[in-house]
């Protein structure tokens, strides 16, 4: 079935540092994808849509500088956290669209990351 | 936009006997309902799925129905395991064919006591 391949799985590192996660579809061709935000024992928060050559659409409150998202190819995105604080934090986790599939969204398995 | 209400935020049952979870959603447009199970420190993996122009759907131990008059959705796990506990989210989107996004909602956490 199709998989969505999620890296790194967890990252640990200091205050100010930016961290890149990438989001990959293996076997299918994403022109959408989403990254969200889960905090401990909540739902997910979507963050952004990604399309594949063009901006990313993000929801409100979200801030753009922050969390930079690259959809450069149909089997990539990237969202890198730029300066990152203790307060960004958190579970990410990507999902994608198979453009010749009727399911809407495959979700990779997130990276938990903690900035110290 | 779409609000997804869930509930119960966590459920116990005995291994063997059967769990519901049910939704509610509030957009009348919304017409793709899918469930997610996620296991701790992992993304979602979708179970089952049901559109608006079916009332039913079974996937052996695992079943969801819709009402579309009353606006929710329900799923129903029988013969329960231990294997099945983990958090379940439901979900309501608008679905045409491309992307759309998901609105989740809160979780319910399920515990299969052995």
């Known amino acids: 079935g199709a998989v969505v391949s999620q890296h790194p799985s967890r990252v640990i590192c200091k205050s100010g540092t930016s961290v890149k996660i990438e989001c990959r579809s293996l076997d299918f061709q994403a022109t959408t994808m989403f990254w969200y935000r889960q905090f401990p024992k909540q739902s997910l928060m979507l963050m952004a849509t990604s399309n594949e050559g063009s901006k990313a659409t993000y929801e409100q409150g979200v801030e753009k500088d922050k969390f930079l998202i690259n959809h450069a190819s149909l089997t990539l995105s990237t969202l890198t956290v730029t300066s990152a604080h203790p307060e960004d934090s958190s579970f990410y986790i990507c999902?994608?669209?198979?453009?010749?599939?009727?399911?809407?969204?495959?979700f990779g398995d997130g990276t938990r990351l903690s900035i110290l | 936009g779409e609000n997804v209400e869930q509930h119960p935020s966590t459920l116990s049952v005995q291994e063997g006997d059967s769990a519901v979870i049910k939704c509610t959603y509030s957009d009348s447009a919304s017409n793709y309902f899918p469930w997610y199970k996620q296991e701790l420190g992992k993304g979602p993996q979708l179970i089952i799925d049901?559109?608006?122009?079916?009332g039913e759907k079974k996937d052996q131990r695992i079943a969801v129905t819709l009402n579309k008059t009353a606006k929710h959705f329900s799923l129903h796990i029988t013969e329960t395991q231990p294997e099945d506990s983990a958090v379940y989210f439901c979900a309501a989107t608008t679905y045409s064919g491309s992307a759309r996004q998901l609105t989740f909602g809160s979780g319910t956490q399920l515990t299969v006591l052995p």
């Open positions: 999902s994608a669209k198979d453009r010749s599939s009727n399911q809407p969204q495959h």
């Open positions: 049901i559109r608006s122009n079916v």
